[in-house]
Each structure stands twice: as structure tokens, then as C-alpha cells.
């Protein structure tokens, strides 16, 4: 199948509600507030208002919802470094930036395993009603150990087994979202009727993972209800994927890699009779007046990252815990119920050995960097986004907010002059920028 690109490249900023983004130690960097930021409304008002200002589809939050505990069997190393911990809810930054902005995209990742589709759909689609229909659901499933012990679940399901259950949520999910009939409110203040009954169809759901009974929570906002994206790279998550996401996040790390994974998702909806399938590839930008002044940017946030820290997160993130592993070796492909793809993607021996691999991962999740003057970033930005035909791109910061402020003021123009960025918005809706 043909892939077809986007008209113009489709950008997101790839943050978190922790004192890191997506690079380890980054919050004891000069040039980073995001300790400070943590307790600020006006920190993320502005970096809303900055990514406005880059003509951003969306701020992009990535989530931990419970401190990494598979190093050592232990969170004491994700405590002492600060590796995505303390990590607080990403709706409350979310909602701060939609009153600072009045067309960015406000997307948030958050687990089905312990919040049910009722209460799921009563948060987001509240945000998504108030903002005017911006909001974004990255769904995932619960890959991470530590957010099932810390809701009290029994144990961790198997990971094939979890996206049979997020099949039957997101269609509870969705018997709520189209529950409301566009003319069941009435709102007649003379009679003091509100809305029509009728016209509000109650959920009755008995599955074999799920049950819920009960009338739609939320109006519908200006889109429907909030665009889905989702993250999944095993095969069974990019059955998902395809199946249920209008946009699709990936983390591959050369240009090859990203054109057969193109190909993969391509072939995949195809076969199960859906549409083209939007990606988006994970990036880390260092950028800098010059290329030499990049690349040593680079190797600082490189030297900055200690491993024990680096390991925390590796371990965290695939179930795995790493202080039982030679770190002189290559990483070698296991069973796990953590992230499949992601660990897959992680076995590539380009990587080098599991310590070269815990470092790379500490920096950017393993992420390619694109390193250099506003020029060469633009110019490789371009290339990818040309070259596998993808839609555009999730840009995770290094320092916040100045890396990001740096390739709106630097990088954002180069790209509007050639074409290849929108220079206005053409929607106020997340969905409706999307499709631009």
C-alpha cells in the first residue's frame, strides 16, 4: 500500500508532569525550571503559550503514574534521582495551558488499568468540552508494575491480555461519548426542561472484562468527543492500534526502521480493513547556534545522566530488572509483561552494549537525537518527514522550557519558509488541526 504524507508536518511536544521530561538528571541542568515550574500555574501557561506560538498540534504528556520499582525490586533509585518521580497528574498543566491558548491541542497519556471507562470519560471529555473540543487520549494499558501494586491489583495481566480488555473499554468508552443525541437538550428556561430523555441513551455493559451501567456523564464537545492515540508496537498493540487510534506514536531509531514500521501499520489496517493509519516518530532535538555547539550539548546531557538512575528507568519501563544483567553485553530480546515493542526496538545491536543502551535511554528513551545549528535540524527534520512519508513528529524538550523556546524561535520559522509547517491554525479543534 502507497503511504501518503501529510501536506505539512504535524508537530507535538513530548513532555512530562515530573521534574524530567525524557532525559534523566535534566532538572539539575542550567537553563532548567522545571523544578520551579512544578509549583507554578504561569510555568505551563507559558510554555502553552510558546508552543502556540510554534503552531503545534498539541502538548503531548507522556505518564508514570506510579514510581519505577523493578530495579532492585526497589523505587529507591527513581526517588533519589528524580526519574519521573514525584509525577503528578497531567489533566491539571493540561487545563492550565487550554485557558492560556485558544487552538493547541491538549493530549494526556493515561492507563486503563485502574480507572474505569466511566470515570475516564468524565475527565477527559469534561476538559475536552471546556477547552472547545482540543483534548487527546494516548491509551495505554498499564506496562509499568509499579501502577498496579499502587492501585491495589492483584497482579499485573498478561500483556496480550490487556489489549483484549482495552477493546472492550474503549467500546464502553464510546457507547458513553455517542450516548447524548445532538438535539437532547432542550435548555427550555420558561419550562424548566434541560433535556429530553429520550434522547439520552443509557450504557448497559456486561463483558467479559468489564461492566457498566450508566448515562452518558459529559455533554459532547465541539469535536465528539477526544482524538485517540495510541502507542502500541508489539503485534498485538499495533492490531490495537489500527483498530482504534486516529494517530499512532512510534520510537524507531533510523529512517529505515521508521519506513518499515510505515509499512508494517500500512499493511496491517489494510488487513483489517482500516484506514491509513497517522504516525508520528518520538525525536529529541539539541539544537544550537552551530553544529559544534549541539553536538557538545549533547555529550553534556550524555555525561550528565548517572547510571543507577538510567537503569531505573530502562528496568521501569520493560519489567526488567537490570542490576541481575551484565551491563558489558548487548540487551537480548525476553519475555516480559512491560513494553514488547519497545524492548524489541531496544535489541538493536547498533545500540551497543546494555550499559551504551541504559545511557542513550537516559537521554532521550531512546529516541534519535537530532543534533545541530537551527539549519541541520530543520533540514533533517525535513528529510525524515519526506523519506518515510509520516505525519509528523513527537519533539521530547532536553532542558524545559528554554530547548523548547529554542526551536520554536529557531528551528519553527526555517521550517515555515520552506512549506513543510502550517504558519496558522485552520481549526480550534485538536481534531480539526489534525486533518489539516
Not at 428556561?189 to 448515562?215: F, M, S, W
Not at 539549519?375 to 532542558?399: D, H, Q, S, Y
Request: aromatic share 8%; charged share 25%; with cysteine.
Amino acid at each position: 500500500m502507497e503511504i501518503l504524507m501529510s501536506n505539512q508536518m504535524h508537530l507535538f511536544s513530548f513532555i512530562m508532569h515530573s521534574p524530567i521530561n525524557h532525559t534523566v538528571g535534566s532538572w539539575a541542568l542550567p537553563g532548567d525550571d522545571r523544578l520551579e515550574g512544578l509549583a507554578s500555574t504561569d510555568y505551563w501557561k507559558e510554555m502553552g503559550e510558546t508552543l502556540e506560538r510554534g503552531c503545534f498540534d498539541a502538548a503531548f504528556f507522556a505518564d508514570i503514574p506510579a514510581a519505577f520499582d523493578q530495579y532492585r525490586d526497589s523505587a529507591d533509585d527513581a526517588i533519589k534521582y528524580g526519574v519521573c518521580w514525584p509525577s503528578h497528574d497531567p489533566l491539571i498543566p493540561l487545563a492550565i495551558m487550554a485557558s492560556a491558548t485558544k487552538h493547541l491541542g491538549l493530549v494526556m497519556t493515561k492507563s486503563i488499568s485502574a480507572i474505569s471507562p466511566y470515570y475516564m470519560v468524565r475527565s477527559l471529555s469534561t476538559l475536552d468540552y471546556i477547552s472547545g473540543g482540543r483534548v487527546g487520549w494516548n491509551v495505554v494499558t498499564g506496562h509499568v508494575r509499579a501502577e498496579h501494586r499502587a492501585a491495589g491489583l492483584n497482579m499485573q495481566m498478561e500483556h496480550d491480555a490487556r489489549y483484549d480488555r482495552a477493546d472492550e473499554y474503549l467500546d464502553i468508552c464510546r457507547e458513553l461519548w455517542n450516548g447524548i443525541e445532538p438535539g437532547a437538550i432542550v435548555a427550555d428556561k420558561e419550562t424548566g426542561i434541560y433535556a429530553d430523555p429520550a434522547q439520552v441513551r443509557r450504557v448497559n455493559h456486561h463483558g467479559e472484562h468489564l461492566d457498566c451501567e450508566a448515562t452518558p456523564p459529559v455533554l459532547p464537545s465541539a469535536q465528539g468527543h477526544p482524538v485517540l492515540f495510541q502507542a502500541g508496537s508489539s503485534n498485538r498493540g499495533q492490531t490495537f492500534a489500527v483498530n482504534n487510534a486516529e494517530a499512532i506514536f512510534a520510537v524507531q531509531h533510523k529512517i529505515e526502521g521508521m519506513k518499515k514500521f510505515m509499512a508494517d501499520v500500512s499493511a496491517l489496517a489494510e488487513s483489517e480493513g482500516k484506514p491509513e493509519p497517522r504516525v508520528t516518530f518520538g525525536v529529541q532535538i539539541i539544537v544550537a547556534d552551530t553544529d559544534e555547539e549541539a553536538e557538545k550539548l549533547q555529550k553534556e546531557l550524555s555525561d550528565n545522566v548517572i547510571l543507577d538512575a538510567a537503569l531505573a528507568r530502562l528496568s521501569g519501563t520493560l519489567g526488567v530488572d537490570f542490576s541481575k544483567h551484565d551491563l558489558d553485553k548487548p540487551m537480548q530480546m525476553q519475555k516480559t509483561q512491560g513494553g514488547q515493542g519497545s524492548m524489541k526496538t531496544k535489541t538493536d545491536p547498533g545500540l551497543g552494549t546494555l550499559r551504551d543502551l541504559a545511557i542513550f535511554n537516559g537521554t532521550s528513551t531512546s529516541m534519535p537525537q537530532i543534533v545541530g545549528s537551527p539549519e541541520t535540524v530543520a533540514n533533517k527534520l525535513e528529510e525524515i518527514w519526506r523519506e518515510t512519508g509520516c505525519f509528523g513528529f513527537n519533539i521530547t524538550p532536553t532542558t524545559s522550557n528554554k530547548s523548547v523556546v529554542d526551536f520554536v524561535d529557531k528551528v519553527v520559522p526555517l521550517l515555515q519558509e520552506r512549506g513543510a509547517l502550517r504558519k496558522t491554525y485552520a481549526a480550534t479543534t485538536l481534531r480539526g488541526n489534525m486533518e489539516d
